[in-house]
């Protein structure tokens, strides 16, 4: 694991409590390993009971350290996000860290995906990041906490699925100007094209929507296309480094990179400037198009 190959991180995040969304597989799955190792108490809440069974077994007997705690929630139901609230603050009396990852893809054009499709999508990638803020920020105005939201960019075929995510930046943005005053960091991070389940299965519906092929899809952003591993640890090490990132957006790759534990350029340098499709390129491309907007005075 690219963590164990430097004893930096090793108990970087001991005891600290971290609500991690989606954990059970793909990039959450490997960001809940990662911050395991860095000794943090994981609560995967997870909508899949396989998924995140086997990741609680595997991470848990792979460390030794009981650290991952699996808890199976649909986050779009508020009623069972109020019972996670409770089931934390009784176990854990207190959360540290929201790592909101979880997301439905809902792929293709505005008007072939259902209605309950883009309820679901509202419901699971924006309104659930929304009331966990509600319900743990007054615990951490007191205690302290980070908040990290996963945002998109829009594009075509993809808008049930980004227009959420993308909204999720604007939370940001509202939430640090709203918390500057408050222990309290919030920021956003991104995983680059990383091909996962989900992922390939999106591509093939955006793909077949724009008339290509799904390997010509893959084949124009394989140059940036980021393993899962760095993905998810890139995710675990930002909330590390936390305070870089306030108020900010970063990716994966970058927080690898400003932890000294990848080598490279900023990413901004190693993005290509253009693709075959050039709508395509910025899809996954997080350097600048995400900076927050937060008013040096208010409007
Ligand atoms: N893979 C990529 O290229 C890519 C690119 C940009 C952003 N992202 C984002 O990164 C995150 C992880 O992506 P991934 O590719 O690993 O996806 P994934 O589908 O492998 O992981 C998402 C997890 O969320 C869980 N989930 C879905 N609905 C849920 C619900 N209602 N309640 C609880 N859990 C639920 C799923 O079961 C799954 O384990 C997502 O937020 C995604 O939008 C991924």
Redesign the pocket.
């Known amino acids: 694991m690219l963590l164990e190959q430097s004893k930096k991180y090793t108990d970087a995040l001991l005891n600290k409590i971290v609500l991690l ?8 799955f490997e960001a809940a390993r990662a911050l395991s190792y860095m000794g943090a108490k994981v609560i995967i ?4 009971a396989a ?1 995140g069974e086997y990741a609680q077994a595997y991470i848990n007997s792979k460390f030794g350290n009981n650290n991952v705690d699996f808890y199976q ?4 139901d508020e009623k069972q996000i109020d019972t996670l609230c409770a089931y934390i603050l009784d176990k854990y009396t207190r959360l540290d860290i929201i790592v909101n ?5 809902p792929m293709g054009a505005v008007e072939a995906v259902s209605i309950a499709d883009w309820d679901l999508s509202y ?3 924006l309104r ?1 990041p929304v009331l966990l803020t509600q319900k743990f920020l007054p615990g951490m105005k007191k205690t302290g906490g980070i908040i990290v939201f ?1 945002p ?1 960019s829009p594009g075509a075929y993809m808008s049930a ?1 980004e227009i959420f ?1 993308t909204a999720q930046m604007e939370l940001c943005n509202a939430l640090a100007e709203e918390i500057a005053d408050a222990p309290i960091i919030t920021y956003g991070v ?10 390939l299965k999106a591509v093939g519906i955006v793909a077949s929507s724009m008339g290509i092929t799904a390997d010509k899809f893959i084949e124009t952003l394989d140059d940036v296309a980021v393993d ?1 591993e760095i ?1 998810g640890a890139g995710y675990a090490v930002s909330v590390v480094n936390a305070e870089k990132y306030n108020g900010q957006i970063t990716s994966s790759y970058q927080a690898l990179l400003d932890a000294g534990l990848i080598e490279g350029k900023t990413e901004t340098s190693v993005r290509p400037a253009q693709a075959d499709y050039a709508h395509l390129s910025t899809l ?1 491309n997080t350097s600048n198009a995400y900076t927050l907007r937060i008013s040096p005075t208010p409007l």
């Open positions: 969304t989606g954990g059970g597989a793909g990039i959450g809440a997870e909508i899949d998924k929630i649909n986050l779009a990852n979880a997301a439905v893809v419901a699971v990638n659930a996963n998109s699925y995510k991104t995983p680059g094209f990383v091909k996962t389940g989900t992922c899962v993905a996954f």
